[in-house]
């Protein structure tokens, strides 16, 4: 090959790569890809523990859950839509309009094919953000109870630890709806105490009948008329706690525990 022939075969080769470099070039991942691989499994916007009557939603880093029957899945949140998938025995997907005003979730259905889930989440329901005791509460507000499963309009906790009598109030107030007050009676194990459950009739309490329960230790339908008051015997566990309720209303989040400090 002589030299003019050479300088052509090298101007071709760099004529080529050039070409190639201009019609290939090195793209970075776009926005879109790189907002969904940080987006996969953080937190949303509407991560948290919600309760509706006796159901309990939780949502959280793209994972839900609800207690009555168990049930869970995945979910995603776009812009005002929740999107729940993944379910057992659920295909498809379940879309609902979501809004967060305050501590008050509320899902209204758009499209839901899933009978089981239809159920659980019907056409427009509104979710109350639930509190573990502990953490900052305010009375009227849904406090989680030890076992995970039930949820109490909270009004209050009182430590009687080393006490033989206590009081607590069974009432519909019109402030706070229906509620025991105090909702926690904390105290040590195996103490015993003198329970009166009073049923105040005064100004800001309406004329309605309550009972009190507590399975675990046989105390059943104790009633408690308006303006009156019963007396029963509790015996605190030798640990965790024992809830209290009234048959009434329990679905309404009247109940409350006794508690081991």
């Avoid at 509460?137 to 989680?144: A, F, H, K, M």
Wanted: with cysteine.
């Amino acid at each position: 090959m002589d030299a003019s022939t050479a300088r052509r075969s090298w101007a071709v080769a760099i004529l080529s790569l050039v070409v190639a470099a201009c019609s290939s070039p090195s793209v970075p991942p776009s926005n879109d890809t790189a907002q969904g691989a940080e987006a996969e499994g953080a937190p949303t916007p509407l991560d948290g523990m919600y309760a509706s009557g006796e159901y309990i939603l939780r949502l959280e880093a793209g994972k839900w859950s609800v207690n009555l029957p168990p049930r869970d899945g995945d979910f995603r949140v776009a812009e005002d839509e929740l999107i729940l998938y993944n379910e057992e025995g659920c295909p498809g997907e379940g879309t609902y309009a979501w809004t967060l005003e305050g501590e008050v979730l509320t899902l209204t259905k758009v499209q839901d094919l899933c009978a089981q889930r239809d159920v659980r989440f019907p056409s427009a329901q509104k979710w109350s953000l639930v509190h573990t005791l502990g953490e900052p509460i305010e009375s009227g507000d849904g406090l989680l109870l030890f076992d995970g499963q039930h949820v109490a309009n909270y009004l209050g906790e009182e430590d009687v630890t080393g006490r033989s009598e206590a009081t607590v109030e069974v009432s519909t107030t019109s402030r706070y709806g229906l509620v025991f007050s105090p909702t926690v009676l904390i105290g040590s194990p195996g103490q015993t105490i003198v329970l009166t459950i009073q049923n105040p009739d005064r100004n800001g309490t309406a004329n309605e009948q309550h009972n009190f329960n507590i399975d675990e230790l046989g105390i059943s339908h104790v009633e408690v008329p308006y303006g009156e008051e019963q007396v029963v015997i509790v015996t605190f566990p030798d640990s965790g706690g024992l809830r209290f309720y009234c048959a009434y209303h329990v679905r309404f989040g009247q109940q409350g525990e006794i508690l081991v400090g």
